[in-house]
């Protein structure tokens, strides 16, 4: 190729790059454009809300009777303003939001909304793809860790622990700032994990951590299967539910049980309740190697503090669901009865009006006879008089 073909090739490469300019000057207007909308959503949103509480706040002063009319006005002033509400946080979740207190630590003062629904859905669904494929790996190494003790694997797995708690929970914030809807005690549960792990990391090879180590390591084993069973139910039934429209698309599994669980997952409880109940025996367990000679390190109670948090949360959090979704079955199931109730008496009023339909239509047709007679000599005897008028003389009619 000669010096001119290149210097062709140049001359078309800056075509290119002045299209390319031109392209990202377009693109750095329209991003200061959509700052100055953002800026203007926020403000509209602002002005939006304290209008409402203005509302509001009037709407107080007819608490007591008022009349019929203005009832039903305050009552749909009242749903206005809880559907002005709903509308408001979803245009929310379309704008910038700002970073919780834990991420601002960990990241910085750094934007982590995501404006793209479909961005959001993915980054939601690489959340659970990692939290399987962990689960799996510690399931793998949890298993390795009974049949050969070797102090690197154990602090392998260990790590492990600290570094999938640390990064879940900045996930999880992650997801929250986007619109997940998690629960306050599950992410709580997951910082008190990370700091169960890295307790577990720097626990000193001894006596006591080699008692407590098989119990630990069987426990990890139980854990990791119950929750590769919970997140793959949870995940085709959020998917269901989430066609039905019943959940949120940025809703997300979680290791404990949610009252949308309970259509469909109610066989897991069995088995959440036997991982709470090794949460206690670990807790109970170190409790006595606390007070064991030689002197425990203060590992030891650290850890048995933790595991009895987290037995406490687990079950308080789980109990709290069960019952409530107990009375909502009774109520629905006496729902049903007095709807059944309530059909049967109105079939037998129904046919006890159908059998008096019945009843009245025999009694019409025995008296139809005599009623055609009355009505025939009734007819014939007008018909006479009409004929005799008739054929009368003027002197007759006016003898009449």
């Given at each position: ?17 002045a299209?390319?300019?031109?392209c ?7 991003l ?6 953002q800026?203007m ?7 939006q ?5 203005q ?11 008022v009349p ?5 006005k305050?009552?749909?002033l009242?749903?206005?303003t ?17 970073s ?12 982590v ?5 479909n ?8 959340y659970e793809k990692?939290k ?30 600290v ?14 700032v ?5 629960k ?7 910082f008190?994990?990370t ?17 407590f ?7 990890n ?5 119950v ?9 085709g ?10 959940r949120h698309?940025?809703d997300?599994t ?12 109610s ?5 959440l309740?036997?991982g ?5 025996y670990?807790?109970w ?5 606390a007070?064991s000679?030689?002197?425990?390190p203060?590992?030891?109670s650290?850890?048995?503090?933790l595991?009895?948090?987290?037995f406490?949360g ?6 709290w ?11 629905e199931?006496y729902r ?17 009006a159908?059998d ?5 239509g ?6 139809s006879?005599?009623t ?11 018909a ?6 008739a054929?009368q003389?003027p ?6």
């Open positions: 190729m000669n010096i001119d073909a290149l210097k062709n090739e140049w001359e078309e490469l800056n075509k290119e790059y299209e390319l300019e031109s990202n000057g377009r693109y750095i207007e329209l200061e454009q959509l700052h100055s909308h800026q959503c926020f403000n509209e949103i602002k002005h809300r304290y209008r409402m509480n509302i509001t706040a009037s709407l107080r002063q007819f608490k007591g009777p019929s009319e203005d009832r039903e305050v009552d749909e009242h749903k206005m809880l559907k002005r509400k709903a509308q408001l946080h979803e245009i929310e979740q379309s704008l910038p939001a700002k919780g207190r834990y991420l601002q630590i960990i990241l910085g003062d750094v934007n909304s995501i404006l793209n629904r961005d959001k859905v993915r980054y939601k669904d690489d990692f399987l494929i962990l689960n799996v790996i510690g399931l793998i190494m949890a298993f390795f860790n009974l049949i050969f003790n070797y102090r690197a694997l154990e602090l392998a797995f260990i790590f492990l622990l570094w999938y708690y640390c990064t879940l929970t900045i996930r999880e914030s992650i997801l929250k986007n619109g997940s809807r998690i306050g005690w599950w992410r709580a549960h997951h008190i994990s700091v169960a792990a890295g307790v577990l990391l720097v626990w000193p090879q001894g006596e006591h951590w080699q008692i180590r098989m119990q630990f390591m069987y426990f084993v139980y854990i990791s299967i929750q590769y069973l919970q997140f793959g139910y949870q995940k039934l959020l998917y269901r539910l989430k066609a039905l429209g019943e698309n940025m997300i979680i290791e404990g049980f949610h009252s949308w669980m309970w259509r469909g997952l066989f897991l409880l069995p088995f309740f036997i709470y109940g090794y949460q206690a670990n807790a367990t170190l409790y006595k190697l007070y000679p030689p002197d425990a203060w590992h030891v650290v850890m048995c503090g595991f009895l948090l987290l406490v687990n079950m308080a959090t789980t109990l669901v069960v019952p409530e979704k107990i009375r909502e079955r009774s109520k199931r049903l009865q007095s709807m059944g109730k309530s059909m049967k008496l109105r079939k037998e009023m129904k046919n006890s159908s008096l339909d019945l009843s009245s025999s009694q019409a047709a025995k008296l006879p005599t055609t007679t009355s009505t025939s000599a009734a007819t014939a005897t007008a006479a008089t009409v004929t005799a008028a054929t003389t002197a007759d009619k006016k003898e009449i």
